[in-house]
């Protein structure tokens, strides 16, 4: 995605808000953040791919329950969705390429993504990932809290993800986190567009402080609640321009009837 990062900002530059280009925030990470601590983020996890056995990650998920993981639909479009094995997630993970003994590493049995998913608008860019075995709850590995449907969010939240430090910089080893101002609709719509922003969206970010490529389906969470999926947005930290996420509130019924 980022590959065409360079012609699309030359595209973006004389193009009106409502046709901003959308950079999935795949193959990304955590820009203005600090480290993370041993079983801050219980609920992080890291999703690999496993096709040449190298276990690279490419996206973030959430931990739900034991065998049931949130993530954005985006990042398991396609063959994912047909070929799950290929694809795993690992929990209690704090540094790569470091073995803190907290890990715990399962392998994707099914996925299933939102069928009103849509690739170019991003709308309803949300999937659950089934493990098997089940996860064993601990101090390092544990479940997000739903909000109520429709349940709504304002002032801060924190964001989490092995992303990149800035657009198109290095990946730091560690679990990066950041506090993001929730944006309203309105005023993220001045920014992209009033066709851009659905109400199943939810903004956040403020120039420096942002999610980026590779944080893609990590959580954004409001106190005790999982409010947001990182999903997209027009760069990374740039002035102007919130980080996009899936809110969750909206999707909570989904949620329970496929979990």
Not at 97 to 122: C, M, P
Not at 201 to 228: F, H, N, V, W
Request: hydrophobic share 35%; proline share 6%; aromatic share 10%.
């Amino acid at each position: 995605m980022k590959l065409l990062l360079f012609s699309l900002l030359v595209a973006s530059a004389v193009a009106a808000p409502s046709t901003l280009p959308r950079f999935r925030r795949g193959h990304s990470r955590i820009v203005g953040g600090q480290d993370a601590s041993p079983g801050q983020f219980p609920y992080q996890l890291s999703l690999q791919d496993t096709t040449f056995g190298t276990f690279s990650p490419f996206c973030g998920a959430i931990v739900y329950t034991p065998d049931t993981m949130i993530c954005a639909a985006h990042c398991v479009d396609g063959e994912n969705v047909t070929h799950p094995q290929n694809l795993r997630i690992v929990a209690g993970e704090l540094t790569f390429n470091v073995d803190e003994g907290t890990e715990q590493a399962r392998d994707l049995v099914s996925i299933v993504k939102h069928a009103g998913f849509n690739y170019h608008t991003v709308e309803n860019d949300i999937s659950l990932l089934k493990v098997s075995p089940p996860l064993d709850f601990n101090e390092y590995v544990s479940g997000v809290t739903l909000p109520a449907q429709y349940q709504n969010f304002d002032g801060d939240a924190v964001v989490s993800g092995w992303g990149t430090l800035s657009q198109g910089g290095f990946a730091p080893a560690t679990l990066q986190f950041v506090s993001v101002p929730i944006v309203s609709d309105a005023e993220c719509r001045k920014s992209y567009g009033e066709d851009q922003i659905f109400p199943s969206m939810i903004c956040a970010g403020i120039e420096g402080k942002d999610t980026c490529q590779g944080d893609s389906g990590g959580p954004m969470m409001c106190g005790d609640y999982l409010c947001g999926i990182t999903s997209w947005g027009h760069g990374c930290a740039h002035k102007g321009y919130p980080g996009v996420y899936t809110e969750v509130s909206y999707y909570v019924d989904w949620i329970h009837q496929h979990e």
